[in-house]
């Protein structure tokens, strides 16, 4: 067993299919095939199930996908840290958010990981916080912005900041409240386009109705956030974000925002891969995500709470 048996093996179980994974790492579908064969016969386990659309994993190949992430993620510090040691800092960073935050945070920190350590490679993936969660409990990514969810025990974790929820709504829409503020009591009676449960935003929302006795009309249930925003702008229904979400289509006068009272607040985290030590330059790109983050609250560009 070899580690590019170990990179082959977790190539094609990302892929889903041999053939992608050749051609993602230029080698031949048979020496592919040829390899896991021979891994499969070393372990003395079938990884795969074979079927026309591709593969996926058995039983024993799920249980090997996480050893075998974990092994090369630790080969990787490893190299990195020797890289340190003699002054070089370079290497891979895989970093989750999700999208309401990559409007925001990945432009000025991709500009300055750029510009700070010009040989650190950043692979990013945008997907909403439970989606997040999950490939950081895998060993997908090394990093992840996330809103903390009470679903997720993320133990190696730390606060960046807080931020309102706000109802979203189209310009022209029948006002709703007195002005900047809605009561959240006096929302009831319009029709909400919200994420599925348990998406941690529906789970605040609909637990500070409950406190009120109050029960929200969620008409339409998507997790892509801008079919959202173009809904509320088209369709008449309304939603409930954050206001970073939405700050570009409040400034081209597409949405407009209400405060909700009582408030309704989520937690900003950054969380690293559980049971994995964390390389020089993982540390680093932490480091300037907590910097970036405080210069965009602290500029007004990000409307949270430090």
């Given at each position: 067993m070899e580690f590019l048996d170990l990179h082959y093996f977790v190539s094609i179980a990302e892929t889903g299919s041999f053939s992608k994974s050749a051609l993602q790492n230029n080698i031949a579908q048979s020496a592919l095939s040829r390899r896991v064969r021979d891994l499969e016969a070393e372990l003395g386990a079938a990884l795969f199930y074979r079927n026309g659309r591709g593969v996926v994993l058995t039983d024993a190949g799920a249980v090997f996908l996480a050893r075998a992430r974990g092994i090369l993620a630790e080969r990787e510090a490893l190299r990195q840290d020797m890289r340190a040691a003699a002054g070089e800092m370079d290497g891979t960073v895989k970093l989750a958010v999700p999208p309401s935050v990559g409007l925001v945070l990945l432009a000025p920190l991709l500009r300055q990981i750029r510009a700070d350590l010009p040989r650190?490679?950043?692979?990013?993936?945008?997907?909403?916080?439970?989606?997040?969660?999950?490939?950081?409990?895998?060993?997908?990514?090394?990093?992840?912005?996330?809103?903390?969810?009470?679903?997720?025990?993320?133990?190696?974790?730390?606060?960046?900041?807080?931020?309102?929820?706000?109802?979203?709504?189209?310009?022209?829409?029948?006002?709703?409240?007195?002005?900047?503020?809605?009561?959240?009591?006096?929302?009831?009676?319009?029709?909400?386009?919200?994420?599925?449960?348990p998406h941690g935003l529906r789970v605040l929302v609909e637990e500070a109705a409950a406190r009120l006795g109050v029960t929200l009309n969620v008409a339409m249930e998507l997790e892509t956030l801008p079919t959202i925003l173009d809904l509320v702008a088209t369709g008449g229904i309304r939603t409930v974000l954050p206001l970073t979400a939405v700050s570009r289509e409040l400034q081209a006068g597409r949405l407009v925002a209400q405060r909700i009272a009582p408030v309704i607040s989520r937690e900003l985290i950054l969380a690293h891969a559980p049971h994995r030590a964390a390389s020089p330059v993982t540390k680093a790109v932490v480091r300037l995500i907590r910097t970036q983050i405080s210069d965009l609250v602290r500029s007004g560009t990000w409307a949270g709470r430090l």
């Open positions: 650190v490679k950043m692979r990013v993936m945008e997907g909403f916080s439970g989606h997040v969660a999950d490939w950081l409990a895998a060993g997908k990514v090394d990093l992840a912005v996330l809103y903390k969810m009470k679903s997720s025990a993320l133990l190696d974790a730390e606060h960046l900041l807080f931020e309102d929820l706000f109802l979203i709504s189209a310009p022209d829409a029948p006002p709703l409240g007195a002005g900047a503020e809605v009561p959240l009591a006096g929302m009831v009676s319009d029709e909400l386009v919200l994420p599925g449960m």
